[in-house]
């Protein structure tokens, strides 16, 4: 092998060692090194999963907060700080891109930025943004934050001296404070145990768990309809889009809020010329549960579409009642004297 070949075979490992070098200041780009830091330290994760180049809400999140001392000096303190960078500009070493987008669909990252607090092993029990908050005050609620941490692991101690139902007591009041998803995604073991000890579900978490499955199930054949309608809709097919909303409400047998936000997706092909027809589908929509968050989203909805609807028929008064002017082609005949 060429010398030039053997530079080159080392180049990615050289570059994932010294990566930390490309993040921002006081950051990690490299994870596995993280979290061996943080398991020596005896100190927890935040993940930044940003777009900074591009992003607008990752680069308010940088300069309000990232930037600021009050940040670079505390947060370090009870954090090892990653970067998981997703540019469009810069370019990132290929392991390091390679790294970024299986952590994307580990922790099932969406949007940007998704700041996730995570212990040392990478097993994350909290999840926040942009907040409209100072550096100061973004410290504090990470640190409120890291207390689900705390009190988890306390918890699980108990839970681990504990027995039968109360030791499935103990595992869900460990628990209780992590967001579902997260529950249901990388707390399986200590939910699986505790669903076997408690026959009655006395804790919730079988039927919670249930519902996450349930729900998980339901937001794939929702992507599979979503690739559908966004062809239909590229191909201006409007009428074949709405019918195969139709199509998948009743096949799928969709009730409750559900249907509501299914039915809801039928807006991206009433164009502002349908108003009616889009009033319709909102009071559709709303009389399914008027009390459910997607019929919050719908009276809003209606609200704009009201304000649409006087719009429109004020422009076209005020068209109604301007003088028509002639064609500028026009010739008018001259002035006989």
Same mark, same amino acid.
């Given at each position: 092998?060429?010398?030039?070949?053997?530079?080159?075979?080392?180049?990615?490992?050289?570059?994932?060692?010294?990566?930390?070098?490309?993040?921002?200041?006081?950051?990690?780009?490299?994870?596995?090194?993280?979290?061996?830091?943080?398991?020596?330290? %005896?100190?927890?994760?935040?993940?930044?999963?940003?777009?900074?180049?591009?992003?607008?809400?990752?680069?308010?999140?940088?300069?309000?907060?990232?930037?600021?001392?009050?940040?670079?000096?505390?947060?370090?303190?009870?954090?090892?700080?990653?970067?998981?960078?997703?540019? *469009?500009?810069?370019? &990132?070493?290929?392991?390091?891109?390679? *790294?970024?987008?299986?952590? *994307?669909?580990?922790?099932?990252?969406?949007?940007?930025?998704?700041?996730?607090?995570?212990?040392?092993?990478?097993?994350?029990?909290?999840?926040?943004?942009?907040? =409209?908050?100072?550096?100061?005050?973004?410290?504090?609620?990470?640190?409120?934050?890291?207390?689900?941490?705390?009190?988890?692991?306390?918890? &699980?101690?108990?839970?681990?001296?504990?027995?039968?139902?109360? %030791?499935?007591?103990?595992?869900?009041?460990?628990?209780?404070?992590?967001?579902?998803?997260?529950?249901?995604?990388?707390?399986? %073991?200590?939910?699986?145990?505790?669903?076997?000890?408690?026959?009655? @579900?006395?804790?919730?978490?079988?039927?919670?768990?249930?519902?996450?499955?349930? *729900?998980?199930?339901? @937001?794939? %054949?929702?992507?599979?309809?979503?690739?559908?309608?966004?062809?239909?809709?590229?191909?201006?097919?409007?009428?074949?889009?709405?019918?195969?909303?139709?199509?998948?409400?009743? @096949?799928?047998?969709?009730?409750?809020?559900?249907?509501?936000?299914?039915?809801?997706?039928?807006?991206?092909?009433?164009?502002?010329?349908?108003?009616?027809?889009?009033?319709?589908?909102?009071?559709?929509?709303?009389?399914?549960?008027?009390?459910?968050?997607?019929?919050?989203?719908?009276?809003?909805?209606?609200?704009?579409?009201?304000?649409?609807? =006087?719009?429109?028929?004020?422009?076209?008064?005020?068209?109604?009642?301007? @003088?028509?002017?002639?064609? =500028?082609?026009?010739?008018?005949?001259?002035?006989? =004297?």
């Amino acid at each position: 092998m060429r010398l030039s070949s053997v530079i080159l075979a080392a180049v990615p490992a050289l570059v994932f060692s010294v990566s930390s070098l490309r993040a921002a200041e006081g950051w990690t780009s490299n994870f596995e090194k993280a979290k061996a830091t943080a398991a020596g330290e %005896k100190r927890d994760l935040i993940m930044n999963f940003t777009g900074s180049d591009w992003c607008g809400w990752c680069m308010k999140l940088d300069e309000e907060v990232f930037s600021k001392d009050a940040f670079k000096q505390e947060a370090p303190k009870n954090f090892v700080l990653v970067e998981i960078d997703f540019p *469009q500009e810069k370019q &990132l070493p290929e392991a390091i891109k390679a *790294q970024n987008e299986k952590l *994307q669909e580990m922790y099932k990252v969406e949007g940007f930025p998704s700041i996730i607090l995570a212990d040392a092993e990478g097993r994350p029990y909290a999840v926040t943004g942009y907040e =409209e908050v100072d550096a100061a005050h973004y410290v504090k609620m990470l640190a409120d934050l890291r207390k689900v941490r705390l009190a988890r692991d306390e918890g &699980l101690k108990k839970a681990a001296a504990a027995k039968g139902v109360e %030791k499935a007591k103990a595992i869900a009041a460990a628990l209780k404070e992590i967001d579902k998803a997260l529950i249901h995604t990388f707390y399986t %073991k200590e939910v699986d145990e505790a669903t076997a000890l408690d026959k009655a @579900d006395v804790t919730g978490l079988k039927k919670s768990r249930d519902e996450f499955a349930s *729900q998980r199930e339901f @937001d794939e %054949k929702l992507e599979v309809l979503d690739g559908e309608l966004s062809k239909l809709h590229e191909e201006k097919k409007f009428a074949e889009f709405s019918a195969r909303v139709e199509k998948f409400v009743a @096949d799928e047998k969709l009730s409750g809020e559900r249907k509501q936000q299914t039915m809801m997706i039928k807006l991206a092909v009433i164009g502002p010329d349908k108003l009616k027809e889009a009033e319709k589908l909102i009071e559709e929509v709303i009389a399914i549960n008027p009390k459910s968050g997607t019929a919050e989203q719908a009276k809003n909805v209606k609200e704009s579409l009201k304000e649409m609807a =006087e719009q429109v028929e004020k422009s076209k008064k005020e068209f109604d009642g301007e @003088d028509p002017v002639a064609p =500028e082609d026009e010739v008018k005949p001259e002035k006989k =004297e």
